[in-house]
């Protein structure tokens, strides 16, 4: 599902490209319900998934429109291939334990909120409504989970360790949230979103102030993981996809 060069084109495959980052997360942190150290850190991580579910189906309800095919957010969330999905590789990788899952919110919501302020100011009036609405859920979010990450961080031995190889192992998947693609290059050229190197900056000084707080040493900043913007995702994605599309694909159309 490449973008086509027209206006129409570009704008459905960025947004996309945002709903698949809130639909990935969501189904990621759903994964907790159940399974979470604390009753109230599973009522946050069932609440933070919703959040995520409903930013993703305001987002693929205006890629819909702007597709023009007849397809339902339902459709998009659902009946799409692995190679179809449009979202970084940070939010596809596995909850592991309590400080993986922190560390990924952490990291990734860190500039989730940069871009969110961006995208408040878009030129696109639709997607500029929504980011405004978005902010305040992510603004929460991210309050939250960097809590979390200076309470472990910067707490007992075995969770100083947690933390600091939690942030080791994902830091990979870090650069790209500010590689550019052709769709990118639009959103910039177009006033519709930022260009993804220009949230670097601020996202170096959020990220450094709270793990300098937490005791963490920032990983040094090598290789890269990239490609789920492009459609080449990890091996854990089809995973994630098995689970979240199988209701859907054994019983199309079905409603309650």
Not at 7 to 35: K, S, T
Not at 44 to 51: I, K, P
Not at 138 to 144: D, F, G, M, P, T
Not at 167 to 186: K, M, P, Q, Y
């Given at each position: 599902?490449?973008?086509?060069?027209?206006?129409?084109?570009?704008?459905?495959?960025?947004?996309?490209?945002?709903?698949?980052?809130?639909?990935?997360?969501?189904?990621?942190?759903?994964?907790?319900?159940?399974?979470?150290?604390?009753?109230?850190?599973?009522?946050?991580?069932?609440?933070?998934?919703?959040?995520?579910?409903?930013?993703?189906?305001?987002?693929?309800?205006?890629?819909?429109e702007t597709e023009g095919y007849g397809r339902?957010?339902?459709?998009?969330?659902?009946?799409?291939?692995?190679?179809?999905?449009?979202?970084?590789?940070?939010?596809?990788?596995?909850?592991?334990?309590?400080?993986?899952?922190?560390?990924?919110?952490?990291?990734?919501?860190?500039?989730?909120?940069?871009?969110?302020?961006?995208?408040?100011?878009?030129?696109?009036?639709?997607?500029?409504?929504?980011?405004?609405?978005?902010?305040?859920?992510?603004?929460y979010h991210l309050r939250h989970t960097a809590?979390?990450?200076?309470?472990?961080?910067?707490?007992?031995?075995?969770?100083?360790?947690?933390?600091?190889?939690?942030?080791?192992?994902?830091?990979?998947?870090?650069?790209?949230?500010?590689?550019?693609?052709?769709?990118?290059?639009?959103?910039?050229?177009?006033?519709?979103?930022?260009?993804?190197?220009?949230?670097?900056?601020?996202?170096?000084?959020?990220?450094?102030?709270?793990?300098?707080?937490?005791?963490?040493?920032?990983?040094?900043?090598?290789?890269?993981?990239?490609?789920?913007?492009?459609?080449r995702h990890s091996e854990h994605m089809g995973?994630?996809?098995?689970?979240?599309?199988?209701?859907?694909?054994?019983?199309?159309?079905?409603?309650?």
């Amino acid at each position: 599902m490449s973008p086509s060069g027209d206006p129409g084109g570009m704008r459905f495959a960025y947004l996309l490209q945002l709903g698949d980052n809130a639909l990935i997360l969501g189904q990621r942190l759903g994964e907790w319900v159940g399974h979470a150290p604390e009753l109230e850190e599973e009522l946050a991580l069932a609440n933070f998934a919703l959040d995520y579910i409903g930013q993703a189906r305001a987002l693929f309800t205006l890629a819909a429109e702007t597709e023009g095919y007849g397809r339902s957010e339902d459709d998009l969330a659902f009946l799409r291939d692995g190679m179809d999905y449009r979202n970084v590789l940070l939010v596809e990788q596995p909850n592991g334990n309590f400080a993986d899952t922190l560390a990924r919110q952490f990291l990734f919501e860190s500039f989730y909120q940069i871009q969110l302020e961006a995208l408040a100011e878009s030129s696109d009036a639709q997607l500029a409504q929504l980011a405004q609405k978005v902010q305040k859920e992510i603004r929460y979010h991210l309050r939250h989970t960097a809590q979390w990450v200076v309470r472990l961080g910067d707490g007992t031995e075995l969770s100083h360790q947690r933390m600091q190889h939690a942030i080791d192992g994902l830091w990979r998947f870090t650069g790209e949230l500010f590689s550019a693609n052709a769709v990118d290059h639009w959103a910039a050229e177009s006033a519709v979103g930022p260009s993804p190197p220009s949230l670097q900056r601020p996202w170096d000084t959020l990220v450094d102030e709270v793990l300098e707080e937490a005791t963490i040493a920032r990983p040094e900043s090598g290789w890269m993981a990239s490609g789920g913007k492009d459609g080449r995702h990890s091996e854990h994605m089809g995973h994630l996809l098995a689970d979240m599309q199988f209701l859907q694909r054994a019983y199309p159309g079905a409603t309650w």
